[in-house]
């Protein structure tokens, strides 16, 4: 449904986006998740028409829009901060890309109270948008966005002005509402479990480039760079000092790799208490999370690494030398 080929883009000779190259199907939802100034909300804005690549190509169903006009894509657009009127009512809001539209008045309110209903606000219409809470702000904004039905929604970090358990019902609402319609949609965060929740895959980016891509599955037990590994929360980072003979070589001890890696990744959540003796550390902290606890550890060449344990299990105290079990699924090289 959207190719993107080549996309490059810079301001003032600084690199934005260097060389995207990306294809999307229809009635997937991707998330380009990654730091704020790695190139998200540009590829929105390239692909919205709001700006102009410097190289590079973007098509939906094999049509070029890069000479396209932004009011001509059928694209959705949803901001962080809703951007709706304040002197407009909440139907007036959702209304108010159909009048431009210049769609006839009788269709218009038609539509809007088909996109209200679908957002939970059909008792909504006639109510100041001053008087609604966060969430019910939100949801008035994904229905103006649904309202001239886009054939790609793209939201901008549009749960990031709410609180944490508020996202996390929304997110969940979204991926409903998305997947409900069979619509094609991009969607922008720097929040790892936001992207986990509503995407089929994500695109992991960094200053300017695509790191990789991947369901949250693949991403999490298989990250490719320590970039990725990093930006998830995976901390067990060891460098290699030497490959011999298949062997890496590090301050933890030797571990078997293929190819040419240059760190590895010990997953957390694969680390388990052993009597094998083949990796000795401390425990330097315990933190309990209700379902696990995370133990902090320490090895003798002052590595520190983290694993989880069922809170139920017999927990090892602060001090405490433990042993650890490396599985060899446990062991993940990266480049």
């Known amino acids: 449904m959207l190719r993107i080929e080549g996309l490059t883009k810079a301001y003032n000779a600084h690199p934005v986006l260097n060389n995207i190259n990306l294809e999307i199907a229809a009635g997937e939802i991707v998330c380009l998740l990654g730091p704020s100034g790695c190139g998200k909300t540009t590829l929105l804005r390239l692909i919205a028409g709001l700006e102009h690549p410097d190289r590079g190509f973007i098509y939906t169903n094999n049509q070029r829009l890069n000479d396209v006009p932004p009011h001509q894509r059928a694209v959705g657009l949803m901001f962080q901060d809703f951007a709706l009127f304040p002197h407009l009512n909440v139907a007036e809001n959702v209304a108010f890309g159909l009048r431009m539209r210049k769609l006839q008045a009788k269709a218009r309110a038609q539509r809007v109270q088909e996109v209200l209903s679908l957002v939970g606000l059909s008792r909504f219409a006639s109510r100041d948008v001053a008087q609604l809470s966060g969430g019910e702000r939100q949801r008035v904004a994904l229905a103006r966005s649904l309202a001239p039905n886009p054939k790609l929604l793209m939201l901008d970090e549009p749960l990031g002005s709410l609180d944490a358990a508020l996202r996390e019902h929304l997110v969940l609402e979204l991926r409903a509402i998305i997947t409900q319609l069979g619509l094609t949609a991009i969607y922008v965060t720097h929040d790892q479990a936001e992207a ?95 379902v696990n606890y995370r133990l902090y550890l320490r090895h003798e060449s002052g590595i520190e690494l983290v694993m989880y344990l069922p809170a139920r299990a017999d927990i090892p105290q602060i001090g405490e030398l433990i042993t650890l079990d490396l599985p060899e699924d446990a062991i993940i090289p990266l480049i």
């Open 196 to 290: 986990y929740a509503i995407a089929d895959r994500i695109v992991v980016m960094q200053q300017g480039h695509i790191e990789q891509i991947g369901t949250a599955e693949e991403l999490y037990w298989l990250p490719k760079t320590a970039f990725v590994a990093r930006f998830l929360g995976l901390s067990n980072l060891v460098n290699i000092e030497r490959i011999e003979n298949g062997y890496a070589h590090t301050p933890l001890g030797e571990f078997p790799v293929t190819g040419s890696p240059q760190t590895l990744l010990l997953h957390p959540a694969r680390l388990s208490l052993g009597q094998s003796g083949l990796l000795s550390v401390q425990v330097t902290n315990r933190l309990f999370l209700g």
